[in-house]
Structure formats: C-alpha cells, structure tokens
C-alpha cells in the first residue's frame, strides 16, 4: 500500500476525465483491477486483464507497471490456458512498456515455470510469450535452451511457438542467433523436416544479422538452397529472406542486387518476379548508393522486354524510388539510353498507372536534368516531361476509376515538384489543369483544383489569369450542389485574389452557398477567406455561425475570430494622413481587444488556445506600436522643439536632443518594436507543433518588426552615419515561399526606402527632418494597409504534441512546503511522458528533452549565528533526457544551504532530430521550506525553559 501510495502521488496528475464521471487514480484503478483478477469467475478475469494495456498507457510509469506484470505473472503460473492467451495478448500490446518492468528476474521466473509443464499448449503459450518480451530477456540461457529444445517437439503448436519465440530472440540476441544458427541448418537441410516446416524456420535467418561471420555464412547456407530446392515456395520464401539479411547488414545489398535481378529476368515463374521486384525496391530504399548503372540498366531493359503489366508496373515503381533518390546519378539520361525510351514509349500507355508511373520518373529525370545544368531556361527533357504530364492529366482527368484516380493523384504530386525546380512550367500547367476542371468528376475536380493552389505558392500571378474560369466554376459547382468541391474552388478563388478585394458577384456566390451548405463547411471557408486576407468575408460568415454552435465556447471562438476580422476589415480602406491611419489603427485595436476577451473566454482546460491567444495579443500591440509612432511622427510636425533643445543637446552630448520630445518618442517605439520582435521569437519556439508556413508567418511578423525597430533607429543617428544594407535586417531565406509576398515585398521597399532616404538628408540642419518622418509615416502606412494573412496554425494542428511531467517527492497539500535540512540536498526526481496525436512527426519529431531546474529565495527564516553563507545561494541546473518509448526520466541533487522557503522552478524544453531548441513546456513550481536544525532544537529549549520558569512562578505564588 505505501508503493501504491506513492504511484498514486506521482501519477493522479495524468487522469484524464470524461463528461460527468470521476476520475479514479492511479491506485484506485490498479486495486480494481486486482480484484478482478482475483475474482473466481472467468469472464472478470479476462475483463481485468485485457483492460491492462489501457492502464499503461493512462499511467505508463515504471512503478505501476511493474507491479501490474507481476500480479499478471501470477495469473499466467497458476491460471488456464485461456488465461495465458489474454496475457499473452497483453504483453504483445504493451511491448512498449516492458523496458520498464523493474523485477524482471522475479516476472520471468512465474512465467517461466510453466515451461515444464506436461500440457503442449501451455509450453506453446509460455515460449510466445517468452519470445514476445524477449527485448528485456535477451540473454537469459536457460530461456535460449528451452526455445532451442522446443525446436524438437513433435507437438506441431508447440514447434510453431519455438519458432517464433526463436525468430524474437535471434533478432535481439547475438548470441543466440550464433547457437540457433547451426540448429536450424541441420533442420532445413534434413529430410526429416516437413517442407511446410522448412518454410517457417528459414526466414529466422533474417535476423542474423548482428556480426559480419554469422551473416555470411547464413547467406552461404540460403543461396545452397536455391539451387536445392527450386519449388516457388522456397525461392521466393529463401530470396525474401536474403533481402531482409542483406537490407539489415547492408555490406551485401550488391550481392542481392545482382541475384534478384538474375532471377527477375531468367526465372520465368510469375509469384518469383514479382517477389524479386518488391525486394528490389526494398533495397532501392536502404541503399541506393549501391546500386550500379549496370544495375539499372538491367532492370530497365527487363521493363521494356517483360508483356506483364504487373511486372511492368513493379519495375517502374522501382525505377521511380531510384530516380528520387541518390541513385539518379547512375541514370544514364543520353537521347538512346534505355530509361528515356521506357519514358518515351509508355508514359502514353493506356494503362493509366503505368503512364502515371512513367510520367513520374521523367519528371525526376528532369528535375536532376534542370538541377545539374547551368541555364534557367527549359531542357529539351523538360519540355517532354511537360507534354507527357499534361496529356496524362487530360485523359486521367475524365476517369472514374479509383485506380485512374490514384495514378492522376502521383502525376499531379510529380507536376507539383517540377514547378517548384522551375516557374517555367507553370502557365502552360496551370492552363491545362484550369480547363479540365467544370468536365472532370468530383473527386477528380478536388484533385486538379488542390494542384492548382499547390502550384500557385511557387507563382501566385498564374492564378489570377484564369480568376474568371474559376468564378464561373465556382458558380456553376454551386448551382449544382456540389459543396465538397465548392469549398476548394472558394479556396482557389480566395488564393487568387489575395492580392485585391473580392468582387461584390464572387462575394455573393460564396454567400450564398455559406447559406445552402451546412455549418461546417461554412466555417471552412470563412476559415480559407481568413487565411488569404478576405476578412471582411470571413466577418460576415462568421458571424453568421455565432448563433448556430452547440456550446458557449463555441460561440465565444466565432464572435473572437469575427472581431479579429472586422479589425482586419477596418485597416483596408482608410485616410493616409494622420487622423485617418490612427482612427483605422485605433478601430482595429479596438476590435483585437475584444476579439482576444472573447478568445479567453473561449479557452478550455484542454484546449487553452495558447497560439491563438498570443498570436492576437501581439498583433494587438504590434498596432499599438504603429499608434505610437504615427503619432510621434504627426508632434514632430504640431510641435516644434523648445528654445532650451539646443543647450540640453550641448550639456547631453547628443546631437538628436535638438529635435525635443520627439527622440524620445521615437526611441521608445524603437524599443517597443525591439520587445515585439522578441516577443514573436518567444511565440516562434513555443510552436514545436505548428506548420512550416504557419511558423514562416510568425518569422515574418517578427523581421517587420525588426525592421521598423532599425529604421527608427537609423533615423535617431546622427546624419554622418549612414548604415549600409548589411546593418539593416535582411529577409530570412526560408520565408521565399511564403504565401504573403506583399508583406515581404513591403519590407524590402522599406529598407531601399530608408537607405535613398538617409543619403538624401544628410544635408538637414536638424538631425531629424520632415523627410525622415514622411518616410516612417509612410512605412507604417504601408505595413498596416496589407491584409493579415492568418496563419493556419490558428484554426488547427495537425500534429499534436504534449509532454506531461510527474515530480518527485510531491508535499501532502498544494500549500505545504516539503522541509529539508539547510545542511543536506533534495533529490528532485522528474518523470515523463510525451503524449501524440493522430499524426505524431509529421513535422517535426522529439529528440530528447532538455529539463531546467532553477530555485529563487522567497522569504529567509532563522539561521544559526555560526552559520556562515557568503552569498544568496541558488540553484541552476539544466539535463537532457532522450525519451525511450515516449518515457524520459531524469534526476536532480539540489542544495538549500539558507533557511528560508525556496520556489523550485522546473520547465521542459524539447530538441527536435535537427537540434533545433523549441520552449514547449511545461511549467511547474515547487516549495521547498530549508530549516537549521540546531536552530530550531535551540528554540525548543528556549521554550521549554519559558515552559519551567512559568510552572515554578506559579508553584512559587
């Protein structure tokens, strides 16, 4: 019960909650369960025991599950049979949680006494389950020797579970992979052996992989084989295995090339080709670099020889992962080679997924062809992959085949990465697939539409010359009811107009199907409209939806994103003199404010809207900052300096004071501006979860501010220092692809304008001129008047990342301290666990976790006089820990030489596979109270001696 209590003391904080139940802790569930193992009836047995693996992964620490293994080791020694399958079950499910099982002895000495037991099929659960926790047993002899025994049962369910229990064994360990070796040679080449048997043992041999001699002589073993037996079964079964060994040892993926190639042309049987193919590109995937251009060729003359469609069809997929990767540069790509008359003669096939597949490797030839020569301009390979892939897409297009569809799926993904190498291809791309859309099929429709708006990122003015195509598409999709498509075409519109307003017709249309569509999709495209800058759209539809949502976070999350709209809205059309900038700023930071209350108010305990809120609050003082500086640039004008500026400029030393209140306006909005681009950074590395183009966005708000926050400073230079452009902040170059090109555009006009602006002033007598104003007026204007692109990160995620942390020793109550000796340390033990979403890595993935630890003095308490401490002591630790299984597990030793109460500070951070640093959390506190024992047995005495002095005053009267 004390180890339950301390498991329920680190974990009760991974609960998770449902609508009106209560949630039972970590011991409470664990007795629960307990006592349905314990229970006489069979079926609450099974009940409890397949409910484990939810167990674990609720609290997936060591201690719990530790103790759960050895209650269910119990039951798999002395329960049925039927039983030990649950079990068995169980362990399989939960293999991720083995490694941390802290009594391995004691949970494989129960599992492993029913090895001696008579009934073959309990031996036949104990071995799968040995082999199934064989990651933590690896080297246990006595296990080695009772799966290498087995081997020799005649029971046939027996034989079957040794041979897996050796198949997990010989891939974790080396040194049963070395004894079994020879065993199962003697068993494959014997006639003794079943051929049915002899199918099962040799794809063992895959395993072997762990020393170079156990890999050779298996290899030696399996090609005697071939020739020995030339049944399908066994060569395919044998070839399959070589490729495995080969694809694991590497140091003979040459070798496997070479003779699944020579039995992929001389063999004739069909199941072996095709078994050679798929092992081929299985190779193609772990070495690439080892293949030779005899190889490819090879393979390439077997593509055009072979009448097969399925083989034809493998040999190019084969192809196609070759030309992706390193291995391109083996391609032999002459006018007469063999891989361009494959692409020449089929990529017209009839059969579309050869043609897809054709039309593919082309594309990658002509990628690798337009990286390696020096002129932008089109190759003659190019161009021919241009006409293939537009003519594939114009018969694909009109197919309703699911089959045609996902061959017209791989095209447009090749077509996408051909535009990205070269812009030259995309007028004729985007002509092309524009008028295939109103006659294509539905899904076909979705296809060729979401290419369209792929494309456009590398060359937005290609869509708007073919915006009233897609007008009248949209109208005509409308008309027929056709919202799923709508939706995308609304998106293409949106896209294509991103650079001006809608029109009032286009508008209408998009209301209008708002209107007839249901509420979800509605939203999506209020959510597109808000993407691409359409906010006075977006405003509309979204309040539209405010009042059709079941829940009041729900409403309160529309009405926000309304506000933040109409904020939007407000800054497109305004006066750009003073008065009118500030009113359209000033409406706009009105509109944020209460956009971000709604936002909070829109917040849950699950879904706190950290981003969303943030992403507004420093929007909302990014255009305060605008404020600000609009309005010193209007006092320098209203206001001149006083007469006293000049003798202030001569006692300061600095020439700027001559220009009055003015510096030092504009000095703080250079502050500001420089706390902002800070601040965006902070938001930058807080969203380890967010999208590419989301966390471009971000970078983005931060390099304006950055810019003005120079500017301005430049301008508060004296005039004899005229900063060059490599002083002034340059454009990330990863933010060339972003999809907002007039902020970027807007940046760099600022920073040539400032340069033109400085060299023309530098003949004022005052340090600041009106042109110097004029010019920072002018930037702001042209900042704010661009439509905010939000980013989609705001709406959602798509990957989704959370780390939960249990700290230990944890006090009794929130508000109770844990006491220490000032003369000893606290061990601060920090658990962990990462939890992911639907797509966990989809961009980005956990390396290790970087755990900080530092302690600040809240308050000194009593301290002996003879105690001497020099300074406020503090503690300052950092550790990385690589998560295993999503679990990490780190320790710190921390000292508390002061007495006095401490605030322990702990914080994650997260190192994602490229060493990026991203300040994901979480946060957590802890008080620690540090107490000096002689001090307080010294008190003690003291009143104790208060103590007798009264009882004897008052024996004494």
Not at 321 to 337: G, P, R, T, Y
Request: glycine residues 4%; neutral net charge.
């Amino acid at each position: 019960m004390v180890i339950m209590a301390s498991v329920t003391a680190r974990l009760s904080f991974f609960g998770e909650t449902g609508y009106g139940e209560s949630e039972p802790d970590a011991n409470t569930a664990l007795m629960e369960l307990d006592k349905g193992l314990r229970s006489g009836k069979s079926g609450e047995q099974c009940e409890a025991i397949v409910r484990f693996p939810r167990l674990f992964e609720k609290y997936p620490f060591p201690i719990l599950i530790n103790s759960a293994f050895l209650k269910l080791a119990d039951v798999f020694r002395f329960g049925t049979n039927f039983l030990r399958i649950c079990i068995l079950k169980v362990t399989q499910q939960s293999e991720k949680h083995l490694d941390k099982i802290l009594n391995v002895d004691e949970f494989v000495r129960r599992i492993f006494s029913v090895i001696h037991s008579n009934d073959p099929v309990a031996r036949a659960i104990t071995l799968r389950t040995l082999g199934s926790i064989a990651c933590i047993i690896a080297e246990r002899k006595n296990v080695h020797h009772s799966v290498t025994s087995s081997l020799d049962s005649h029971d046939s369910v027996e034989l079957e579970a040794a041979i897996f229990a050796a198949t997990h064994f010989a891939s974790q360990s080396k040194a049963f992979a070395t004894s079994v070796s020879h065993r199962l040679a003697e068993m494959i080449q014997g006639l003794a052996t079943p051929v049915e048997m002899k199918l099962k043992l040799i794809p063992i041999f895959q395993h072997m992989h762990h020393d170079a001699d156990t890999a050779v002589r298996v290899r030696d073993l399996c090609m005697e084989l071939l020739p020995n037996y030339p049944s399908s079964e066994l060569v395919t079964v044998t070839l399959h295995t070589l490729s495995q060994l080969a694809a694991r040892s590497l140091i003979d993926i040459p070798k496997q090339v070479d003779l699944l190639l020579v039995y992929l042309v001389n063999d004739p049987r069909g199941a072996v080709k095709t078994t050679a193919l798929r092992d081929l590109k299985t190779l193609s995937k772990k070495g690439p670099h080892m293949w030779t251009s005899e190889n490819i060729e090879m393979l390439c003359k077997f593509t055009l020889n072979t009448r097969h469609t399925g083989l034809k069809t493998g040999a190019l997929l084969v192809l196609c992962e070759l030309a992706k990767s390193v291995a391109i540069s083996s391609f032999n790509i002459k006018h007469d080679s063999a891989v361009l008359e494959i692409c020449t003669k089929y990529c017209y096939h009839s059969n579309l997924t050869i043609a897809a597949k054709s039309v593919e490797l082309i594309i990658s030839l002509a990628i690798e062809d337009m990286k390696t020569q020096a002129s932008s301009e089109m190759s003659d390979l190019c161009q021919e992959a241009n006409t293939a892939a537009e003519a594939f897409v114009t018969v694909a297009s009109e197919s309703t085949s699911s089959k045609d569809r996902d061959a017209l799926k791989t095209c447009l993904q090749s077509m996408v990465s051909l535009c990205k190498v070269t812009v030259h291809v995309i007028p004729s791309f985007v002509e092309t697939i524009a008028s295939l859309v109103p006659g294509a099929p539905d899904d076909n429709a979705v296809l060729l539409t979401e290419c369209l708006a792929a494309i456009s990122t590398y060359q937005c003015e290609a869509l708007e010359m073919i915006l009233p195509e897609i007008s009248a598409a949209l109208q005509e999709t409308v008309s027929n009811g056709k919202h799923r498509l709508a939706v995308v075409l609304s998106t293409l519109v949106f896209q294509a107009a991103a650079s001006y307003r809608l029109t009032a017709d286009v508008t209408d249309i998009i209301l209008n199907l708002t209107k007839a569509t249901n509420q979800w999709i509605a939203y999506k495209i209020a959510r597109q409209a808000a993407r691409y800058g359409h906010h006075s759209l977006a405003a509309q539809i979204f309040g539209s939806l405010t009042t059709k949502v079941s829940t009041e976070h729900f409403m309160f999350w529309l009405s926000g994103l309304q506000e933040f709209c109409k904020g939007e809205e407000s800054l497109m059309n305004f006066d750009t003199d003073t008065t009118g900038v500030v009113t359209a700023i000033t409406d706009a930071t009105t509109h944020y404010q209460k956009g971000l209350s709604n936002l909070k108010a829109a917040s849950t305990p699950t879904h706190p809207l950290l981003f969303q809120c943030e992403y507004a609050k420093l929007r909302t003082l990014t255009l305060q900052g605008c404020n600000q500086l609009v309005k010193a640039c209007c006092s320098f004008r209203t206001s001149p300096p006083p007469a006293i500026a000049a003798s202030l400029a001569l006692t300061t030393g600095r020439d700027i004071h001559r220009c009055g209140h003015v510096a030092t306006q504009l000095q703080k909005c250079a502050d500001q501006f420089e706390s902002l681009s800070s601040y965006y950074g902070n938001l930058y590395q807080a969203s380890f979860d967010a999208d590419p183009r989301s966390l471009e966005n971000v970078m983005l708000h931060q390099h304006c501010c950055q810019v003005l926050a120079q500017a301005i400073q430049a301008v508060l230079n004296n005039k004899g220092s005229i900063p060059d452009s490599s002083s002034v902040s340059t454009l990330p170059g990863t933010l060339v692809m972003a999809l907002n090109s007039r902020m970027i555009e807007a940046c760099q006009d600022i920073v040539h304008g400032l340069q033109q602006t400085l060299h023309s002033t530098t003949s004022t007598a005052l340090p600041i001129s009106y042109q110097h104003v004029d010019f920072l007026h002018k930037a702001i204007v042209t900042l704010v008047q661009i439509p905010l692109q939000f980013p989609r990160y705001l709406f959602q995620s798509l990957q989704s990342t959370n780390i939960k942390l249990a700290i230990s020793p944890q006090p009794r109550t929130q508000t109770e301290p844990i006491t220490i000796q000032h003369d000893t340390h606290l061990t601060l033990k920090i658990e962990g666990v990462i939890q992911h979403g639907h797509h966990p890595g989809l961009y980005r993935s956990i390396e290790s976790v970087q755990l900080s630890v530092h302690s600040v003095t809240q308050s000194r308490g009593q301290a002996h006089p003879d105690l001497k401490i020099s300074e406020n002591p503090t503690n300052e630790m950092s550790q990385s820990a690589e998560p295993h299984n999503d679990y990490f597990s780190t320790q710190f030793l921390l000292a508390f030489p002061l007495p006095g109460v401490h605030v322990v500070h702990i914080e994650a951070a997260v190192v994602d596979k490229t060493g990026k640093l991203w300040k994901t959390g979480p946060r957590s506190s802890l008080l620690v109270k540090s107490y000096d024992e002689a001090m307080r047995i010294q008190k003690h005495m003291q009143q104790q001696h208060a103590r007798h002095q009264q009882r004897a005053g008052v024996s004494q009267f």
